[in-house]
């Protein structure tokens, strides 16, 4: 049997399993897809594992669930710290998380003597269009024009890690987020693929969010997503440094740090609930 942890971030769910206390699994990207299928499994946006580190307090491996492993995900990563701290990996109230995209620095949020979410350093946005990755040949993607099938969108890309295509809009439709969004996933532009944000700009320092994750559809939150808006708002000249943004599944708050550079995002963390998978062995 395989232990398992079912935790949000703003509604961003994922299947979590600590590694500290039972094997890694033999096929994380397989079980993934199991998992997190929403009909036939325990239903989530992909599955993390929680795994010992020898730089940090712990490290975390991501997949979609489509699979697919990516670098990072804000919301996860504060579900990661609270269970560090909430299980007994770690009894700090600064933690150390290491991820496809580096170290980062959490300092939890605590909330009538428990862990509520965490403030993470999400570190400094990558904007060169080459390191995102994108096909521009230009410094950077700003207010550039991408085609899709006959529509033209105004759009800005960064990456928080992972790579991310803002688009500001009058009104985040369906019709945009699950048709258009993952058209603008896939698009030639972006050779490893791309998350991507429609975003309703509500005043300098307030924005509605949706997005298309890569690799999961539609969420109900992305913290790497959350960041780079928060970036794009400003590079575009739409926002100010620090914004709260609403997603379908809470809020989040943005902070870009002009000294430093690093944006910081402040959100909740929530445990839902425990239980046991059986494994490929099983025959129960």
């Known amino acids: 049997m395989i232990r398992f942890t079912k935790m949000h971030g703003a509604g961003n769910d994922y299947v979590y399993i600590d590694c500290f206390t039972q094997p890694l699994p033999a096929d994380p990207s397989a079980l993934a897809r199991k998992m997190a299928h929403r009909h036939f499994g325990i239903g989530g946006d992909g599955l993390i594992l929680i795994l010992p580190s020898e730089v940090a307090d712990a490290r975390m491996q991501m997949f979609n669930a489509d699979g697919s492993e990516a670098e990072m995900c804000g919301n996860g990563i504060r579900c990661v710290a609270k269970y560090v701290y909430d299980h007994g990996i770690a009894r700090r109230e600064t933690l150390a998380i290491e991820t496809a995209a580096g170290v980062l620095p959490i300092r939890l949020v605590f909330e009538d003597g428990r862990v ?69 996933e896939c698009h ?97």
């Open 116 to 184: 509520a979410g965490a403030q993470v350093d999400m570190g400094e946005p990558i904007l060169e269009a080459a390191r995102i990755p994108t096909t521009w040949a230009l410094p950077r993607v700003v207010n550039e024009e991408l085609e899709v099938d006959g529509q033209f969108f105004e759009v800005t890309c960064i990456s928080m890690g992972n790579p991310h295509c803002v688009i500001f809009v009058d009104s985040a439709t369906d019709e945009l987020v699950r048709e258009v969004g993952p058209r603008i």
């Open 188 to 284: 030639e532009r972006f050779p490893q693929r791309t998350n991507v944000e429609f975003v309703e700009v509500l005043s300098p320092r307030e924005v509605r969010q949706r997005t298309w994750e890569r690799g999961a559809g539609e969420t109900w939150a992305c913290g790497t997503g959350a960041s780079a808006v928060c970036v794009a708002g400003v590079i575009s000249g739409r926002t100010e440094r620090t914004i709260v943004n609403h997603l379908l599944g809470g809020d989040l708050e943005l902070t870009w740090e002009e000294a430093s550079g690093h944006v910081w995002m402040t959100g909740p963390a929530e445990e839902v609930f425990s239980g046991e998978w059986p494994d490929e062995n099983s025959t129960t």
